[in-house]
Structure formats: C-alpha cells, structure tokens
C-alpha cells in the first residue's frame, strides 16, 4: 500500500491574507475538497499577535494537512498527508487565488508502507 505526501512552499504572498484566519480557512477547506479527505474532530488554529502569522492543523481520516504562514517573509509552508494515492491537483492556482502566491515549490513524496521485499499493489 502507498500514500502520497506533497511538502509546499510558496512565496511572494500577500502579508494581509497570510495572516487572515478566514482566508487560510478557505484556501485548506479548499484543499479538503479538492483531495475528497475526511477531517477527524475540530481543526486547531493558532494565530500569533500582532503581526505574526497563523498556524493550522486538520487531523484527517487520511493522515493531516498543517499551513504555517509567514507574513513577514511573504511565503506559506504546507504538508498534505494522505495515506492512500490520490491524482495530481492544482495547488498553485488555488495559492495564486488564495494568497497570491508568486512562486510555488511543490515536493510530491511517495510513501511505501509495504514490508521490505513485499511487492507494491
């Protein structure tokens, strides 16, 4: 069996909506839809005073989706975990809409959870 995990970086944000609770609510219930997962119990937020940015995590049937934002640096750090293969999906054009991400680095990981020598499904 495998999973998928994408590690996404974006930069060149929008300080305002980087720190906007409401708007990084909407960019992960975005992604929650986009990738058809499942969130397990209430996601926990914390935005930090005054200018500082806004971390979230969301427990999924799946695995987690986790956002840190930066908006001193203009840039957003994302981890989408699913334990089970999901297709390709476009993060950048919902981080373009969302926060208007300049540039986006997206690492796709493929996770293996079969015994070692256990042939892949």
């Not at 909407?26 to 935005?47: Q, R």
């Not at 200018?51 to 995590?57: E, I």
């Not at 956002?67 to 334990?83: A, D, I, K, M, Q």
Request: aromatic share 6%; net charge negative.
């Amino acid at each position: 069996m495998t999973g998928v995990e994408w590690v996404i970086d974006a930069r060149g944000c929008d300080p305002a909506k980087l720190a906007d609770r409401s708007t990084l609510a909407e960019l992960l219930d975005g992604i929650v839809a986009d990738l058809s997962l499942n969130i397990v119990g209430a996601p926990v937020w914390h935005v930090f005073p005054g200018s500082g940015g806004v971390t979230a995590l969301f427990l999924l049937s799946e695995s987690h989706l986790a956002v840190h934002t930066f908006p001193e640096h203009g840039s957003l750090c994302l981890n989408v975990f699913c334990c089970r293969p999901r297709g390709e999906w476009n993060i950048d054009e919902r981080l373009r809409r969302h926060v208007d991400a300049a540039d986006v680095d997206v690492t796709r990981v493929q996770r293996n959870y079969a015994a070692l020598g256990a042939p892949l499904p």
